[in-house]
């Protein structure tokens, strides 16, 4: 089943909507704003960080559980070059000089619009943002459709775009996941179906390919998040102290599992699948808010993102996976979280 509500108000006045889905033992609650997922039950525990209202999101600094765009990740000093064009966008992270995550008013920063809603065994519901040309510095007008899709066992997200002129688009989902509900996350374990990973200089760039074998960064069988996160590592330190790195699902657009996720207090597990080229690994190591959900403070290694994308800075690597989008192409890509 699913159902809407309003759910508040932002300071200009424009309402925000809460619509929840509901199927099985599985519950999601998505806002307008910033095409949020602010809720996410499996058998009764909520299992994603988020706020107690709709200021806790406008007034967040973690993008918690929002859509991501027009590029999710860094670009190195905001700037990329398409069909010979250079184009500057705004370097927002001020820690790094990049631009990150699509802009201070990207699309989590957006009131979207209701598309569809279907009810049903599957409810889903489609939200809708038009991005104008030059929004944030990107070239084109961007049209965005997000699809939120629940059944008993998984969450799918879907999202596609078009556009009217030569960009880049980059979209992904920022919940932040604890399957127990409470804690941190360092005895989750985790597994990442990938033996390849990106290591970053002191901008969080990418600068290389390198094998995850025999290093902190290893994830190719199940281990605890927590095993090896306080090594004397600088890619670890580098990025505040754990995880915030690229892992290489491939160079092609095959559907494939991803990421294994399981709590040992909850016995939930997660299963990460997608049919994008890269998952960013994301140890909440800079998270540090005074008031989370229930009135708690959100803080540092409290929970994991999984972030599925396009690789980090990928329109200044040509031998990265293109996410160049053209006029008449359709950007459609898809992840799903099953438990």
């Known amino acids: 089943m699913i159902s809407k509500e309003q ?31 602010v809720s996410l039950k499996v058998k009764g525990i909520d299992v994603i960080l988020g706020y107690d209202s709709l200021q806790g999101y406008v007034d967040g600094n973690s993008s918690q559980g929002a859509t991501i765009g027009r590029y999710a990740n860094r670009i190195a000093e905001g700037r990329f070059a398409i069909g010979g064009e250079i184009f500057s966008l705004e370097r927002n992270e001020a820690s790094t000089g990049c631009h990150i995550h699509g802009g201070a008013m990207g699309f989590s920063r957006q009131v979207w619009e209701l598309e569809e809603l279907k009810d049903g065994d599957a409810p889903s519901l489609t939200l809708n943002y038009v991005s104008p040309d030059g929004d944030q510095g990107y070239p084109g007008k961007l049209d965005v459709n997000v699809t939120f899709t629940l059944t008993d066992r998984s969450l799918d997200i879907r999202y596609h775009a078009v556009t009217d ?33 990106l290591p970053v200089d002191e901008s969080f760039i990418p600068v290389r390919i390198e094998k995850t074998e025999d290093t902190a960064f290893d994830f190719s069988l199940p281990k605890a998040i927590g095993c090896d996160i306080c090594e004397d590592d600088p890619q670890l330190t580098v990025v505040g102290g ?40 994301y140890t909440s ?36 996976p293109s996410c160049s989008l053209m006029p008449g192409e359709e950007y459609d890509t898809h992840t799903e979280f099953s438990f």
Request: hydrophobic share 35%; proline share 6%; charged share 20%.
């Open 7 to 37: 759910y508040g108000r932002l300071r200009t006045g424009e309402p925000v909507f809460i619509y929840t889905l509901s199927s099985g033992m599985m519950e999601a609650r998505v806002i307008s704003y910033g095409a949020t997922l």
């Open 165 to 197: 002129k030569p960009t880049i688009c980059n979209l992904t989902n920022h919940s932040y996941f604890n399957l127990a509900g409470k804690g941190d996350c360092l005895e989750h374990s985790l597994q990442i179906f990938s033996s390849e990973w």
């Open 285 to 320: 190591n800079m998270l540090d808010e005074p008031l989370g959900k229930n009135g708690m403070p959100l803080v540092k290694h409290q929970a994991l993102c999984l972030e599925t994308q396009f690789w980090p800075d990928s329109p200044n690597h040509k031998d990265y």
């Open 242 to 281: 754990g995880y915030d790195h690229n892992y290489i699902l491939g160079t092609d657009r095959s559907w494939k599992k991803a990421a294994v996720v399981f709590c040992p207090q909850t016995d939930i597990t997660m299963t990460v699948s997608t049919d994008l080229p890269g998952i960013q690994l």
